[in-house]
């Protein structure tokens, strides 16, 4: 007599990263070491080590922060092998370089890429290597983008759902990131009027393009994010909060306290860096077992 048939379960093959992806990401956490350096460091020093002078310092240190941030995203992602827990940061970092270099192209004339236009020989290297960055990044990431979703494997379930507070939390942040940030890189003007230190068009471009980048990775992450698999946006996120805060108080002079935008801009960025500290404790290895 036959044995029952026994059913086995499909294996499905995880997507992987592909070493290109990998080695892309390598290259970006060099240049975010380098742009981080540069801006939260020396932010007082952006007319001889920076692509463009930065006025005021506190603009310098808050881009600083934001490259911080994504540097920890990029070192945390190459250690991952998988292509899931990478998707929303290189989106993110896509959309980044894209609006970056329309609001490069806009106010080319600002940057150091003429001998009269830099106070040093670093800062006219500084401009053109920035060039040529946000010219290749956003191609070579929308190539690198369709190959790996394109590859072999599947992604895992999804089993570590957001919970509900904090998915409301990160869905309101997402909301005043992304409005501010679209608000600022289509009508720079109006920075003058709501934002709590003075923005070039420029700064305030640049500004709305790290504000949508970060509101987008919130938004994916509140919408259907998976919490363990989104550690690594958890940590950037804290780290962001902690870094604008640093720089905010370092330069604290330069912020017009008198007004709400002052207030309402610190505000948000406590409430960043929390939900990110909690986002990060919850998908810890304590807790990524929960569910069995």
């Not at 970056?100 to 053109?128: C, R």
């Not at 003075?198 to 504000?211: D, E, M, N, Y």
Request: proline share 6%.
């Amino acid at each position: 007599m036959d044995p029952a048939p026994t059913a086995v379960a499909p294996i499905t093959t995880e997507r992987r990263a592909l070493p290109a992806t990998r080695a892309v990401l390598a290259i970006f956490a060099v240049l975010s070491t380098l742009a981080f350096t540069s801006l939260f460091v020396f932010s007082d020093r952006s007319d001889e080590w920076f692509a463009w002078t930065i006025v005021p310092s506190l603009s310098a240190g808050f881009f600083g922060a934001c490259f911080g941030s994504t540097l920890v995203v990029e070192i945390l992602s190459l250690r991952q092998r998988a292509w899931a827990p990478i998707r929303v940061n290189a989106l993110a970092i896509f959309v980044f370089a894209t609006l970056t270099l329309i609001a490069t192209l806009l106010h080319v004339g600002k940057f150091h890429l003429q001998a009269d236009n830099a106070a040093t020989v670093q800062a006219q290297a500084a401009a053109w290597f920035w060039l040529v960055v946000y010219i290749v990044v956003p191609v070579a990431l929308a190539i690198l983008m369709l190959l790996q979703e394109r590859a072999p494997g599947a992604d895992p379930p999804d089993r570590h759902p957001v919970p509900a507070v904090l998915r409301v939390a990160l869905g309101v942040e997402s909301a005043v990131l992304l409005v501010d940030g679209v608000a600022l890189f289509a009508v720079p003007s109006s920075a003058a009027t709501w934002w709590p230190w003075p923005l070039t068009p420029l700064t305030a471009q640049v500004t709305g393009a790290w504000l949508v980048a970060f509101g987008l990775v919130s938004g994916v992450t509140a919408a259907a994010g998976d919490l363990v698999r989104q550690r690594g946006a958890a940590v950037a996120y804290t780290v962001l909060g902690v870094l604008v805060l640093v720089t905010t108080l370092r330069f604290r002079a330069t912020v017009a306290w008198a007004g709400a935008s002052a207030w309402i801009y610190l505000a948000l960025a406590v409430a960043v860096t929390l939900t990110g500290a909690v986002g990060w404790w919850l998908a810890s290895p304590a807790h990524e077992g929960r569910d069995g």
